[in-house]
Every structure is written in C-alpha cells, then in structure tokens.
C-alpha cells in the first residue's frame, strides 16, 4: 500500500506524465515493481496510460476522490450550526454520512446529552443497505448508478431486521425516495433506531445525508413524528446552504 501510495505521490504539476523507470527511480525501486504497481493502479482507474507515450498520469479515480473530500469538507463546515440545533431540538445523536464508493462515511458526530445513546466514531465506515443514513444516499442516486450498486452488494445480517436481498433493498428505497426520509428499527444494532433525510447539491445530487439515531424506545408515535420533521428540515436547510434550489436531478 505505501509503496504504491509513492507511486502516485510521483506525479505533479511540473511532472503529470511519467514513464516506468522515471517512476522507479523516483520511488527507487526495479523498474520490474514499479511496472507491476502502475499496472495495477491503472486497472483501478487511479491512472491511466497514453500507449502513445509510453507514460502514465493520474487516472478518474483521482478526481472522484478529490471531489468526494471537497464536498465532504464542505458539506461538513455549512452544516454543523444546523447539526447542533437539530441535537438541541432532539436531544439525540446526530450525524452527518456521505457516500464513499459503496459505503458511507461518518464525517461528523454530535452526540446527545442522554445517558444511553447511540454512537458513532468520526471516520466509521458502514454499509449503505442497513441504517437510515445510508438508505437515504442509496435511495436518492440517479437510477443507473443504484441499480450498479444494488448489484454490487454482498448482504450480511447485523440483525434480524438488517435487509437481505437486493429486491427489498429496491422497494424501500423507491418507498423513501417518495417520503423524502428514511428510517430503520435495528438495522444495525438490535434496539436502535435512526432517521435520515438527504443534503443535496446545487444540480439536486445527494451530497449527504442528516442521520438522527437512538434507542428504539425513545423512537415512537409523536416524538417519532416529531424527530421526522426535524430531521428533514434540517436537511432541507443544508441542502439550501450548499445551493440547492428545488431542481431534483
């Protein structure tokens, strides 16, 4: 891994195209590894090669990345104000999930001031099919790319409750594209409880998602209803601070 993390560093402003023994001198290693590295690189798409020239430059995946960050920094940054005044208003956790290839990420937490509450750590990457953070981003990506990853997903059982199958997973993710919310009852953990709503762009992508979780029990009737609406409001309000204006894409 870091030797392959070396490889990449090669590449710069002043040298985006490299050949194999630039490459391996830089690194300093056989001109054989550094050919095997870059090979693998580019199969992932973190390079691609220009046959013509016989050099590499940095790949799409490159890009993704580095979008995915900008927008996690950003997201993260307009929305905590409106993060700590959905923890006041709940009284629950609070956290804020974007997608990273077929997982979300935790870029922000705000923990509840109860005794027993749910916990996340900052960093924590988790499945997209069990949880209603993750349901949220699954649900609002344009249809091509979640039927990709439908297709894509192996399912393991946290719980009884955790969704198994993919043709499931497609009906409650058509249900909470409609309802503008999802939540989950021990998806993840047997008697827990969460509620998330989507952050989206300017173009109406999902950026993010606002994820509110704790005891089940503390989940029900009005306050249920209650947590829905701050939930989704609070979303609402991130997505107009990252310039959404109501087009959905």
Known sequence: ??????VIDCFSEEFPALGVREVARRVGLPSS??????????RAGVLTKNAAMRKYMLGPRVLAWAELYTDALDVRARAVPILER????????????????????CVERLEGPQNIR??????????????AGGKVLLAFLPAELQRAMLARITFT??????????????????????QGYATSVGERFAGASAIA???????????AAVNVSGPSDR?????????????TQAARDVSRAMGYRGIRR
């Open 1 to 6: 891994m870091l030797r392959a993390i070396g």
């Open 33 to 42: 590894t550094a050919g095997r590295l870059l090979a693998t690189l580019t």
């Open 86 to 105: 959905l923890r006041r208003a709940t009284g629950e956790t609070v956290t804020l999930y974007v997608l990273d290839g077929d997982e979300r990420v």
């Open 118 to 131: 749910a916990v996340v750590r900052l960093g924590q990457r988790m499945p997209c099919y069990a949880g």
């Open 157 to 178: 059982r946290f719980t009884s409750k955790t969704i198994a199958s993919s043709a499931r997973l497609e009906r409650e993710c058509a249900m909470i594209l409609q």
């Open 197 to 207: 709503a989507p952050v989206l762009g300017p173009d109406g992508s999902i950026i």
């Open 219 to 231: 989940f029900t009737g009005a306050r249920q209803k209650l947590c829905i609406r701050r939930v």
